[in-house]
Structures are given as structure tokens and as C-alpha cells.
């Protein structure tokens, strides 16, 4: 089979795994479960399968299968994606797409979450992009910022989103497939950003883009302050389907040709490195996906076994049941995920932002975090601190585990205002020496609460501070056992 042949044989997988529109009417049926033989990892996969189109996922600790029908053409409408520990796609309908979301073990029935036609998940951890065609044959996109945790909106992007294919997320906004390659569009200032090196798409995660171009013998790994080609093997290219990113970013599984017998490569993105890894069979769709904490890598092979692999190549055991049935696309979950309690800010001062579950921060855990910016921050690899203007204000809050030998002492309600602005700063930001930090922390049941304040100034005036002990009062936490109290 010629290149042009094995590559057009790709894009049209890809096209199915993305974002192409298609139409279908049937319901989906109650889930349906079978007990099989018990998995050997902890991970819940969940699978996108053919004839006919549903869901699978598969319990770790038992091995039992639970499936979920789909309407017709929704697989080739949208794939699935893992957002806050529940699994969302979007249905066909005669008047635009349905975003729906059910849990990861299927044991309710899907719920709608909104209208759209394209779904992309966000850089931004529990968040996704939702696209919807205005109307008109040269019709726009018009996107929102979906939290899924808490199911709403954030305010509408006032710009048109070019009438592009949207193909992917980075941090700095969307990327658009356009007539001469593709580029990033900021729907916070309605402008291209940058634009990427190769004209397909493989992967987008964080801000990294990973792209081929021409016959995909090179890939193209750009973050948009620098980049790296990594060349496939002798005889050999990138299939531009079935590409997967680590949850970090630091590892890429791609499919190598042959199309008809595809080979699996891991990449590691730092270095440029690449690893065949022998035994890892691949169907023309490419179906591959990493474990949540990026150690593994799970294939779904032609046989109907999926097999997991460490990522130094090393086969890592195989997941049942069997499964017969075409498979389109594996995703992992944690199998009992357990978001972090976060805080948030109640009020906030005219021209302030707040982000939650945001790892911008640096030293900041994954979750259980908030900080609000008094500038228009644009999240960023650096985080806020590394884009403190002159003048600026960032204020932090985040939970984490509690020393065993904190000692005990009365408990407060959490709702009641016990965080109180210090007088005088009690050092300075990390690399920051110009940017004096206010400190506070507090027992919440079994966590404590760090809060701090750091202006770019010699201090916090009278008028910042009001506004930011209001913030402080106003700090809503989650409900936690033992209430909350200052440390001592």
C-alpha cells in the first residue's frame, strides 16, 4: 500500500476519533453488566466500541464489564473524554449536538449538560471547551469555558472563533485547523498566538502541540518558546491517529506504519527519545491511552485483549474480559477518584480573576488550590507569580494534608471569618526577593489551610488591604470534619 494510501487510511480513523459531524436517532439502553475474571491493575478502563457503538468500562477490582449503548454516529461525532472523574461525549441531533456525562462505572443514566457541537477538553483541569456552529453556511464557532465539576459557565468569549475545525486545547486557547496548517486562536483576545509547525495534529497538552507535516516521517514537538523534531525509525512514519500524551506531557505513544499492522512508539518529549515497544500490537485505530499517574500505557490489540506496558517498554499484564468488538478508543481513570476539597473566593474586587484546580502555581498541589490575580492573568506554565506586574496583587489559598502532630485545640465553623491580614509581611515570594508575602495558615479538620498574599510592592496600601481582607472573609471552604481554627 503506497504512503498516500496508509496516511489517507489514518486521517479518516482520526477524523472518526474527532470531530466530524454525523447524524443518528436510536436511545441508549440501560447499562448492561457481565462478571469476568479480575484485572490486574487499579485503573477503570473505559473503551469506545463498534457494532454497535457503545461504551465499555471495566472494573479493576473484579474484572465485571458494564456497557452503555449509544445513539448511532455518536462515536464518529465525538470521542470520549475523561473530565473530573466522569466520562463525557457529545450525542448527533437533528438541532446540534448534546453534551452528556455519566460516571465512570455507568451505573446511572447519562445526563445532559449542554448544547454544542464540538467538545475539546481545556488545559485547564476540569474544564472543557464547548463549540457551537452559529448559523449560516460560513458560520462561526461560538465557545464557552464549561466546568464540569460544577456545571456552569464562564463568561462567553466576546470574539467570533474563526470558522476552522477545532482539533485541541494548549493554555494560551484553541488550536484551529486552518487552510495552510494550523494555529493557536486566544479566545480572551480573539487573535491567532501562534501559529504550529506541522499541518496535522497529533496531540495537544499544557501548551504543547504535537504536529507532522508532509509524509509524517518527523514529528514536530512546539510549546511556543521552543521546539523539537524527533525522527520515526528507518522505513517508517507517523501515523497521525491514536496519539496519546502523559498526564505530564513528558511522554507521547504513537502509532508507527505500517497502517494495516501498526507499531507502537513511545516518545519522551524532554529528550527526543524513542522506544518501539515490542509486543504491542495495534489495530488501524490506534486505540492507546496512559495511566492516570503515567507509568503505563494500555492497548487495545486486534485480538480483543487490552495489554498494558510500563513505559520503559516492559509488558505490565493484560486486562479482560476479551472483547471481540471493534475498539475505537481506551481512556483510564483513577478507579475511585477523590477530588481534593477546594476552596474559592466569594467576592472579588472589580477587574479580578480567581482560577481553582489550576497546577500554575508553583509548589501548589494538583488540586485543592485557588488563587485570584488583580491583572488579567493568562494562565501560563510559570504560573502568576512569574507574571506579577508592577503594583499586582496574588492572593493564594490552598489545602493540604494536615501534619499527624498538629495539636489539638477549639474548632470554628468553617463559614466563620477566622483569617486575618498580618500586619507585616513575613517574607518574600520564591524568586521574587522585590515582592513582600503575607502569611496565614489554619486547621481545617484534617487539613491545613495556607494562605498567602504577595504584592509587587514595597507594601500592601490601606486600600488593597481592605479589599483583600474582605476576600479573606468571604474565602468559602468545603465542608470538612472538625471545622476550621488558626494554627498555632
Known amino acids: 500500500m503506497s504512503f498516500h494510501r496508509r496516511l489517507a487510511l489514518a486521517l479518516a480513523v482520526a477524523a472518526a476519533l474527532a470531530?466530524?459531524?454525523?447524524t443518528g436517532g436510536a436511545a441508549p439502553h440501560a447499562p448492561q453488566t457481565q462478571s469476568t475474571a479480575a484485572a490486574p491493575v487499579e485503573d477503570r478502563l473505559v473503551l469506545a466500541l463498534l457494532e454497535?457503538?457503545?461504551?465499555?468500562?471495566?472494573?479493576?477490582?473484579?474484572?465485571?464489564l458494564a456497557t452503555l449503548q449509544l445513539?448511532?454516529?455518536?462515536?464518529?461525532?465525538?470521542?470520549?473524554f475523561m473530565v473530573d472523574g466522569r466520562i463525557l461525549y457529545v450525542t448527533p441531533g437533528r438541532h446540534g449536538g448534546r453534551v452528556m456525562s455519566i460516571d465512570l462505572a455507568l451505573r446511572e443514566r447519562p445526563h445532559w449538560l449542554a448544547n454544542g457541537d464540538v467538545l475539546v477538553p481545556s488545559a485547564v483541569p476540569g474544564h472543557v471547551w464547548l463549540g457551537t456552529r452559529a448559523p449560516g453556511p460560513h458560520g462561526h464557532w461560538l465557545v464557552q469555558d464549561l466546568n464540569v465539576h460544577r456545571g456552569t459557565f464562564a463568561r462567553p468569549s466576546p470574539h467570533r472563533v474563526p470558522a476552522r475545525p477545532i482539533v485541541g486545547a494548549v493554555l494560551e486557547g484553541l488550536v484551529l485547523q486552518g487552510r495552510h496548517g494550523t494555529f493557536v486562536w486566544s479566545p480572551s483576545t480573539?487573535?491567532?498566538t501562534r501559529a504550529t509547525p506541522g499541518a496535522w495534529v497529533l496531540a495537544t497538552g499544557g501548551s504543547l502541540i504535537v504536529s507532522c507535516g508532509g509524509r509524517c516521517r518527523t514529528l514536530r514537538l512546539a510549546d511556543g518558546r521552543r521546539g523539537r523534531l524527533v525522527h520515526a525509525p528507518a522505513g517508517s512514519s507517523f501515523l497521525p491517529a491514536g496519539a496519546a500524551l502523559s498526564p505530564t506531557g513528558d511522554r507521547l505513544a504513537v502509532a508507527l506504519s505500517p497502517a494495516r499492522r501498526p507499531r507502537l512508539a513511545l516518545v519522551d518529549t524532554t529528550t527526543g527519545a524513542l522506544r518501539i515497544v515490542r509486543g504491542a500490537r495495534l489495530g488501524v485505530r490506534a486505540a492507546v491511552a496512559f495511566s492516570p499517574d503515567g507509568t503505563r500505557v494500555y492497548v487495545a490489540q486486534p485480538d480483543g485483549w487490552t495489554r498494558a506496558f510500563a513505559v520503559d517498554g516492559r509488558a505490565a499484564g493484560t486486562i479482560g474480559p476479551r472483547i471481540p468488538a471493534p475498539v475505537m478508543q481506551v481512556v483510564a481513570s483513577p478507579a475511585?477518584?477523590?477530588?481534593?476539597?477546594?476552596?474559592r473566593f466569594a467576592w472579588l474586587p472589580a477587574g479580578w480573576r480567581q482560577f481553582t484546580d489550576v497546577p500554575a502555581l508553583p509548589g501548589a498541589p494538583k488540586r485543592g488550590s485557588v488563587f485570584a490575580t488583580s491583572w488579567s492573568y493568562r494562565p501560563a506554565p510559570h504560573g502568576p507569580a512569574g507574571a506579577l506586574p508592577p503594583g499586582g496583587v496574588l492572593v493564594s489559598a490552598r489545602l493540604l494534608p494536615r501534619p499527624r502532630a498538629a495539636p489539638p485545640g477549639p474548632e470554628r465553623p468553617p463559614h466563620e471569618p477566622s483569617l486575618v491580614l498580618p500586619a507585616l509581611p513575613a517574607g518574600e515570594l520564591e524568586g521574587r526577593p522585590d515582592v513582600p508575602e503575607y502569611r496565614i495558615?489554619?486547621?481545617?479538620g484534617t487539613r491545613l489551610l495556607?494562605?498567602?498574599?504577595?504584592?509587587a510592592a514595597p507594601r500592601l496600601g490601606p486600600p488593597r488591604r481592605e479589599q483583600v481582607q474582605r476576600m479573606l472573609d468571604g474565602l468559602v471552604l468545603p465542608a470538612l470534619p472538625g471545622g476550621c481554627r488558626p494554627a498555632r
Do not use: K, M, N
Open 52 to 64: 454497535p457503538e457503545r461504551i465499555a468500562s471495566v472494573d479493576p477490582g473484579t474484572g465485571a
Open 450 to 455: 495556607d494562605v498567602r498574599v504577595d504584592v
Open 336 to 343: 475511585t477518584p477523590e477530588p481534593a476539597p477546594v476552596p
Open 71 to 80: 445513539p448511532g454516529g455518536t462515536l464518529c461525532h465525538s470521542p470520549l
Open 19 to 22: 470531530l466530524a459531524g454525523a
Open 441 to 444: 495558615e489554619a486547621v481545617c
Open 190 to 192: 480573539g487573535r491567532r
